[in-house]
């Protein structure tokens, strides 16, 4: 069965500092990985997706994430916070021969002024 | 291009009562889906439909019904709402190979 785990439900950082947001998985097969983002009173938007091209995936508004077959990881990183960057993280986990995709519990960014 | 809309965007109801969420989708995807966010866990998927005259349950299918009446349209019913229901619903339709899910703007439903 697939899973997803967020480490860390609220991560706060100081503007200008490195976003780090962890994502592990779990699947038995090869994974299709995603992180979404949501701004208050807001539906979910992609940042980002890995289908099996490039391990390192690069996203919207300067974010980026490593898929680690080794560590079944996706964790997603941008070099500088923005205060604009504060928002709900997903991550979610799908692969071919399903429909579902399995969300984690998500990651409020917080950044500090 | 409005991509994923949802109707209503606030609704309040008793216990027993019963409504109707909708979403439309204009971007000619095949695969929808309903989940609900409640705090500290994520998105639980409810219904989907894979395609057009297809329904299969999620994670949470107790309480609700769905109904994919056409392509672009896919409603979630709640028969007899129950506080335990209060929450936030979320539409999502997705295209072919296994591309992303683009989610409507939620609808915030709060049973008394």
């Known amino acids: 069965a697939q899973s997803v785990t967020q480490l860390g439900s609220h991560v706060s950082v100081s503007e200008g500092a490195l976003v780090l947001l962890r994502c592990n998985y779990s699947?038995?097969?090869?994974?299709?990985l995603f992180w979404y983002v949501q701004y208050p009173n807001q539906g979910l938007q992609l940042l980002l997706k890995?289908?099996?091209?490039?391990?390192l995936v690069k996203g919207i508004n300067g974010f980026e994430a490593e898929f680690k077959k080794s560590e079944t990881s996706f964790h997603l990183t941008k070099p500088s916070a923005h205060m604009s960057d504060a928002a709900e993280y997903f991550c979610?986990?799908?692969?071919?021969?399903?429909?579902?995709?399995?969300f984690g519990t998500g990651t409020r960014l917080k950044v500090l002024a | 291009n409005a991509g994923v809309t949802q109707t209503p965007k606030f609704q309040v109801l008793k216990t027993g009562q019963s409504m109707t969420l909708q979403c439309a989708q204009d971007?000619?995807?095949?695969?929808m889906y309903w989940y609900r966010q409640d705090p500290g866990m994520g998105l639980r998927l409810i219904y989907y439909s894979a395609s057009e005259g297809t329904t299969d349950k999620g994670e949470v299918p107790n309480g609700y019904n769905v109904s994919r009446l056409n392509k672009r349209e896919f409603s979630l019913r709640l028969e007899s709402a129950a506080p335990s229901q209060t929450s936030v619903y979320f539409c999502a339709s997705s295209g072919q190979g296994y591309n992303e899910q683009f989610f409507g703007p939620g609808t915030r439903l709060t049973v008394l």
């Open positions: 699947s038995s097969v090869p994974p299709y």
């Open positions: 890995y289908t099996s091209a490039a391990t």
């Open positions: 979610a986990v799908s692969h071919s021969g399903t429909y579902k995709y399995i």
């Open positions: 971007m000619n995807h095949n695969s």
